[in-house]
């Protein structure tokens, strides 16, 4: 089953906490997300190739 959509908010939330080194379970728990979820948008964020603080960077429409 494929994860469900977050709003693009949660995935800028996400990787701040990621940042902060939280794991995917806490990071599931402070953003009410399923951890499956949670899973998949990091998989899905570390298959760019690019940093968690230079995704923070781009636009909305990027990030999307």
Not at 15 to 30: A, Y
Not at 34 to 50: C, F, I
Not at 57 to 64: E, G, M, N, V, Y
């Amino acid at each position: 089953m494929a994860a469900k959509k977050i709003d693009i908010m949660d995935v800028r939330q996400l990787i701040q906490l990621k940042i902060k080194g939280e794991s995917n379970r806490s990071c599931s728990s402070s953003l009410a997300i399923h951890r499956n979820t949670v899973n998949y948008y990091v998989r899905q964020l570390k298959a760019t190739g690019t940093s968690y603080p230079d995704l923070l960077r781009l636009s909305d429409a990027q990030l999307s």
